[in-house]
Every structure is written in structure tokens, then in C-alpha cells.
């Protein structure tokens, strides 16, 4: 069996006097893409912030593409090719759609095709070029954040809750935009709310709760038991779509 | 990648505003100015109030735009900021007194043969102080604003005292070089020749600072990180490294302006940084923490404001800048260029 792209083995993290995760184990393959589920506090942004070295485990192993990167500073784990959109999107309001493209090609200009690609995938993008970011709308800003990921090829892409706060109309077409994201080499870990998005595209899901992971396995399993959706998150798929 | 999606924004929407240049706070420049003149008795008088408000105007430019950007970018309260200034000022006087005969000969290649060095030491001193006060006073309170004031007080006071134990506890007199000493008469107005020089020298730096921050990738960066230092880390970039640069740069230009600050009171002491700490934070909050072009904006309003009061009511004169930024934020409470941080 092929070597997972990411693995957590017993990670806790601190935050001040707070124990927030308790020993997380999970891993993310090196395609498709992984939920990320649980209950509000359970703990998944902390993960995503954990693995992005945001925050720091303060015990446990993270994993990633075979070396470990448990203490490995945030700017290096961007370089070995982790994408991260944080939950409050974390884009520059001060700075033009192509400023916050452009600070994200590292190498300098984006590369064409894949500037053409965003621009398929996310038009706003092209169409607002040259308009300031924090003048977009809610939805225009999460198209950003993710473009803003992806403006470089990358391995692995941590997304936290790309549907918050988007209107229904919005996260159909984001789901229609992430089908697009899984078709490329890039393997996908995402945090989410929304548990019709999450059926619609989770291959793989992990469950959090109180901090651990509780439940492992395919996304079309936990979605056909609705007793075990009950059991992980307090309610069923069907009642929340 | 395979075909694209369906496009995800299909609704029009109207065009975006793109980076709209915000005039109005501009505007009160001139209108101060304008505002100024009936209550001034001659239009020479006016003309002279007026370049000798935007002159001070522009040394505080100077002295304050590493304080707005380490603010902006680094989230530090740097009280400490004065001794740059402080360092600056005696750093070119050393230089300056070392060579007397060039000061006072009356060639501009001379004057400039101890002045350009004079000013490389205040900026090379200054920033190397920055260097030192990032790595061993300001690093281990990051995110800490109390502690942030409390350490950086007492920076200030050590350097403080070190400067009297340097260079002696007397204010030390600091001659203008021949050629800028004086003025000319301009329409009746008379211009003072040194702060025509701080209006040309403010607006080199000014232009120089515009260009790097909009014009640079360095720049892009540095816009970036003051709005979400964060998020720049999680694009791949070592922030840092560009906190250390942003700290050292600022220092170096609170010398520039220590040495223009001391050329221009023809004097030097230990609290000269010190004692203009209190406009900096004016001017800072006017124009808005962290930003530049507010910090520009900020100090020409205090420059013209001061120098207005100053001869209308010379007992008003400190009590209008603090009324000036009570009613900037009044009609601004985040300043008059608010940058948006994460």
C-alpha cells in the first residue's frame, strides 16, 4: 500500500492553558480528497493551522511526502508544496486580485496556462484583474482565496470551510470548481460545514470530536448510515442538505 | 488539468473599483493652507509659515515612517523609536564637528564632503541600533503590546543614559553647513535655504518609499505583511527576515531624520528623539497605523497646522495638533488611510 501524503500520529496542540487536539491520527492519500467533519470546537481548523505550522504540536509526528514536518516553519511547508485557504479566507484587501496572484507565484509571474486554468475555473478572477480584493464579494474573495492556492502546482491543498457564508447558488458552482481541483495531481484535505458539499465530493472523511479523531473511512459509507452520522455528529446528512 | 468547470461567478456584477487614489485627505493639505491665509496678516509672511510648515512637516515625515511601518508590519509598539532618532542626530554631529573646516567653507562640494558622510554614519548607527533592539529588546514580546511599551521605555532610557556617558550631558552645538545656512527672497516671502532642502529631501524619500512599496515585489510583500503577516508565512515567504529589514530601514530613516531634526534646531541633546515622540504618535494616528501615505498625509497637516497656530497663537501651538487629530478621528476614527489588517 502506497505511502500516505500526510499522516498525524498522536498530535496535540496547546493553545495557552487550552488542550485543544488530544492525540490526532489520521492520514490524507496522495489523491482525492479528505473531509474533514466534526462538530463546532472539535478541533479541525486547530489540525489544519497544526499542520500548516501555525500553531505547533506541542507532541506527536506529522508526516508529509515521506519526511517529517512537525516543527518545520510555515514559509518551508509552502516551498514543499502545501496550499492553505484559512477559514476567514486570509486574502489582501489592500492589494488588487492580480497582486495577491502575483505574491503567490513565488518563482515570479504566474505560468500562463495555469493563469488561463484559474481564469476557466474561477472567471471573477479575469474579469476583476485589476480591481482591489477587498472590494469583491463573499464568494468572489473564497474564488480568490483558493486561485490564490493553486496559482502554483501544489501537493497538497488544506482548504478550512470553503462554503462559509455562501449563498446556495454560490457552493454549487464551488462544487462544480473543487470536482475540477480533484482532477489534478493535487490531493485535497478540506474542513467543512456544509454536509451536502462535503457527500457531493468527500472520497475519504475523518471525524473529529472533543479533539481526536473518532471516525475514519469512505465519505460514501458515512453518507449511506445515517445512524453513524448521527452517532459522529449529532444529526443526520439527509436533514442538512 | 482537464476542462474547466462551469464558471463559478455567472451572475453579472458591476465593475470593481480598482486602487481609487482616496483625495479628500489630500485635499486638506491645500485647504488648510487656503483656510490659513485670510487670518494672516501679508502673503510673504504666509508663503514663509507655509514652506517652514511643510519643511517640518517633512522631517517628521522622516522621523515617523519606520515607526508607522514597524507598527503596520511587525504590530510593535516601538516607544523606543525617539533613540534612533537620538543616535542619528549625534552620529553626524561626530562626523560634522571631525570636519568643521568643510562645514564652514563656503563651497557646496565641501559642505557636502562632511554632510554625506555625516549622514551615512547617523543612517549606518541608527539602523545597526534598530538591528540590536530587534534582536535583543522587541523579539521576545512580540504580540505582547504592554510588554512591548514596558521594555522598549527602558531601552530608551539605557540608550539614553549611554549617549550621556558617549558624548557628555551637554547640548552640543550643530552649526548648518555655509551654503544652506540663510535665505532668499522669494516675492517679499523669505525662504529659509535649509528648509527648502527638508521639503526636497522629504520628497525624495517619500518618492523613493512610494516606489519601493508600489513598484517592487519587496514592496507587494511588505503591504501584504502589514494587512496579514500570517498569510505572506503561508505563501512561502519568511516574514522575518522582511521584519528585520523593515526594522533596520526605519531606523536608518529615524536617523535621516534625527539629522535633519538636529541641523534644523542647530542643536543636539538626548532627548531630542524623545521630545518629538509625542507628534510622531500624532501623526502616526492621523494618517492611520501602518500606513505610509497616511503617515505623509499626517505630517504635513502637523507640519501646517503647528506652524500656523505657532504664529497666530503661539500658546495653541502643541494644543492644535492633538485638536487636529481629535477631529480627523472624529471624522476618521481609524485614521485618514486606515489599513485593513487581518
Known amino acids: ?241 | 488539468m482537464s476542462a474547466a468547470a462551469k464558471p463559478l461567478a455567472q451572475t453579472p456584477v458591476a465593475a470593481l473599483p480598482g486602487e481609487r487614489l482616496d483625495w479628500i485627505p489630500l485635499a486638506l493639505i491645500p485647504a488648510i493652507a487656503i483656510l490659513a491665509l485670510p487670518f494672516i496678516p501679508s502673503l510673504p509672511t504666509w508663503v514663509t509659515l507655509t514652506v517652514a510648515g511643510l519643511a517640518m512637516g517633512m522631517m517628521i515625515f522622516m522621523m515617523a515612517a519606520g515607526l508607522t511601518l514597524v507598527f503596520g508590519l511587525m504590530d510593535v509598539m516601538n516607544f523606543a523609536h525617539g533613540v534612533f532618532i537620538s543616535v542619528g542626530a549625534y552620529a553626524a554631529t561626530s562626523v560634522v564637528l571631525a570636519m568643521k573646516a568643510s562645514m564652514q567653507a563656503d563651497s557646496l562640494a565641501a559642505n557636502l564632503s562632511a554632510i554625506l558622510p555625516a549622514v551615512l554614519a547617523a543612517m549606518a548607527l541608527a539602523g545597526f541600533l534598530g538591528w540590536f533592539f530587534e534582536r535583543v529588546v522587541i523579539r521576545p514580546v512580540y504580540g505582547d503590546h504592554l510588554r512591548q511599551i514596558l521594555v522598549t521605555m527602558g531601552g530608551l532610557i539605557v540608550v539614553e543614559q549611554l549617549i550621556h556617558v558617549v558624548w557628555g550631558p551637554d547640548i552640543i552645538p550643530l552649526p548648518r553647513p555655509a551654503t544652506i545656512t540663510g535665505s532668499f527672497i522669494v516675492a517679499d516671502a523669505a525662504i529659509e535655504r535649509y528648509r527648502l532642502l527638508a521639503v526636497l529631501v522629504g520628497l525624495v524619500v517619500f518618492v523613493a518609499m512610494w516606489l519601493v512599496l508600489n513598484r517592487t515585489r519587496l514592496g507587494l510583500l511588505i503591504r501584504a505583511g502589514v494587512e496579514n503577516a500570517e498569510m505572506v508565512e503561508s505563501l512561502g515567504y519568511r516574514i522575518r527576515r522582511l521584519f528585520i529589514g523593515v526594522f533596520v530601514a526605519g531606523s536608518a530613516l529615524a536617523g535621516l531624520g534625527g539629522v535633519m531634526w538636529a541641523l534644523y534646531q542647530e542643536s543636539v541633546n538626548a532627548q531630542i528623539g524623545m521630545q518629538v515622540m509625542v507628534v510622531l504618535f500624532i501623526v502616526l494616528i492621523i494618517g492611520g497605523l501602518g500606513s505610509v501615505g497616511g503617515c505623509f498625509v499626517g505630517a504635513l497637516l502637523v507640519g501646517l497646522v503647528a506652524n500656523y497656530a505657532g504664529y497666530l497663537a503661539p500658546k495653541l501651538a502643541l494644543g492644535s495638533n492633538i485638536l487636529l487629530m481629535v477631529l480627523v478621528l472624529l471624522w476618521r476614527p481609524r485614521g485618514l488611510f486606515p489599513i485593513g489588517k487581518a
Open chain 1, 1 to 241: 500500500m502506497a505511502e500516505a501524503l500526510l499522516s498525524l500520529a498522536g498530535v496535540n496542540t496547546h493553545i495557552g492553558q487550552y488542550h485543544i487536539l488530544q492525540g490526532v491520527d489520521f492520514e490524507v492519500p496522495r489523491a482525492g480528497l479528505t473531509m474533514l467533519l466534526g462538530r463546532n470546537g472539535a478541533g479541525k481548523t486547530t489540525a489544519l493551522r497544526t499542520i500548516m505550522g501555525l500553531w505547533k504540536a506541542s507532541a506527536g509526528a506529522i508526516r508529509f511526502d515521506g519526511r517529517e514536518i512537525t516543527r518545520t516553519p510555515t514559509p518551508d511547508l509552502a516551498q514543499l508544496g502545501i496550499g492553505y485557504v484559512p477559514e476567514n479566507m486570509g486574502i489582501f484587501a489592500g492589494l488588487t486580485v492580480k497582486e495577491n496572484l502575483l505574491l503567490a507565484a513565488r518563482s515570479g509571474a504566474p505560468d500562463k496556462k495555469r493563469l488561463d486554468w484559474i481564469f476557466k475555473l474561477f472567471p471573477a478572477m479575469q474579469k476583476f484583474w485589476n480591481g482591489l480584493a477587498g472590494n469583491l464579494s463573499g464568494g468572489q474573495k473564497q474564488m480568490l482565496a483558493i486561485s490564490r492556492a493553486i496559482v502554483e502546482p501544489r501537493k497538497l491543498l488544506l482548504v478550512d470551510e470553503p462554503t462559509k457564508g455562501l449563498a446556495p447558488a454560490i457552493i454549487s458552482n464551488m462544487i462544480e470548481a473543487f470536482k475540477e481541483l480533484k482532477r489534478t495531481e493535487t490531493a485535497l484535505l478540506v474542513v467543512e460545514q456544509n454536509f451536502h458539499f462535503a457527500r457531493s465530493l468527500g472520497d475519504a472523511v475523518a471525524v473529529m470530536d472533543s479533539g481526536r479523531i473518532v471516525h475514519t473511512g469512505s465519505m460514501a459509507a458515512l453518507a449511506a448510515d445515517e445512524q453513524l452520522q448521527t452517532k459522529l455528529l449529532g444529526l443526520s446528512l439527509e436533514s442538512h442538505q
